[in-house]
């Protein structure tokens, strides 16, 4: 039973990443479809918005792929074959978004987020801290202390 | 005050901030969130030159465009939310409105049998059998429609079925300020 559960896991380590290019989509040069693949993983299938072109059946995502695949032979370089597609379906097009005025919220917020947060915990914990300390005994009180102290002793 | 105090709210006040500028970027140029606002508003139409859907036809290219204040409306007889918005095409037809077709990724037949049944609103149809064309108009989804000036830029793109509010509201104060 262990055996074949460990022969299940190895199975599913062995298996590659699914993707939807379809086998008459790849080209014949392995170097070529490197490139395409690269490409393609970073681009963002307009239909279905949360996959790349490369794991979408979307029809949109094949003709996508095509037209990297094409723009490859053409002899383009990678940077050409994005701005390609960017120029056609804008920056939303790539699944990581360029750093410019329109996401600067975007890739700013974490870290401003974080800093408030830190903000926040560093005056809760001193908070905290100057409410454990308690004003110096006073001399009555000092007086009362040792009284109980004498009390205890005999 | 003592700054104890004015954290919280200081913190509180910064995340406010934030989410108001994740909405008000939401809000540029984007009427929802699933919506991808279009790279090409402002620009000149794509270069394209599309055969005709009949022998009788013209070819529908961007020099159909010059001249015109015009829609084109990317459409396919397969696509239901394209015959959901056909009568409002017709509507615009009827009114004198130029509109040029995009039959995309179609069968000839079942083109031709759609237009027969619920009207011809076009001046001509272009048909982009491997939806090249469509991607050089960075269409995502099926309709989509674009409101394209006398100099041959594109001004508007609505993406899905046009309803009689869109007519109405949007593309015809469109079309009319355009053709001042």
């Not at chain 2, 030159?49 to 084109?72: A, D, I, Q, Y």
Request: glycine share 6%; net charge positive; charged share 25%.
């Amino acid at each position: 039973m262990t055996r074949c559960i460990f022969f299940l896991i190895a199975l599913i380590c062995l298996t590659r990443e699914p993707v939807a290019l379809e086998p008459n989509e790849i080209l014949k040069t392995p170097a070529l479809e490197e490139r395409a693949r690269n490409i393609s993983k970073n681009l963002r299938c307009l239909v279905c918005q949360n996959q790349s072109i490369d794991d979408s059946d979307a029809g949109l995502a094949r003709d996508l792929r095509l037209l990297v695949r094409k723009r490859i032979i053409a002899g383009d370089s990678d940077e050409h074959v994005i701005s390609h597609i960017v120029s056609r379906y804008g920056d939303f097009v790539l699944l990581r978004p360029p750093f410019n005025k329109w996401t600067l919220t975007l890739w700013l917020s974490p870290l401003i987020l974080l800093f408030i947060g830190t903000l926040g915990l560093v005056f809760y914990f001193r908070r905290k801290v100057s409410l454990d300390i308690s004003p110096p005994l006073s001399d009555p009180e000092k007086r009362i202390l040792e009284r109980i102290k004498e009390e205890k002793t005999l | 005050m003592r700054l104890s105090a004015v954290i919280p709210i200081f913190c509180l006040v910064g995340i406010g901030v934030i989410l108001a500028m994740y909405l008000w970027q939401l809000g540029s140029g984007q009427k929802s969130v699933g919506e991808i606002p279009s790279v090409l508003i402002g620009r000149p139409a794509p270069i394209f030159n599309l055969p005709p859907l009949t022998n009788e036809g013209t070819r529908f290219s961007t020099e159909s465009l010059k001249n015109r204040v015009s829609l084109v409306n990317i459409w396919a007889s397969w696509c239901p939310p394209c015959r959901a918005e056909h009568p409002s095409l017709m509507t615009l037809a009827k009114r004198g409105v130029e509109i040029f077709g995009i039959n995309y990724k179609d069968r000839k037949e079942s083109a031709l049998k759609f237009l027969r049944d619920l009207g011809n609103p076009y001046r001509a149809i272009g048909v982009d059998t491997l939806g090249q064309t469509a991607i050089d108009w960075g269409i995502y989804g099926y309709p989509e429609t674009f409101v394209v000036d006398r100099k041959g830029h594109i001004r508007y793109r609505h993406v899905g079925p046009l309803s009689t509010d869109d007519i109405s509201n949007t593309i015809i104060p469109l079309l009319k300020k355009l053709e001042k």
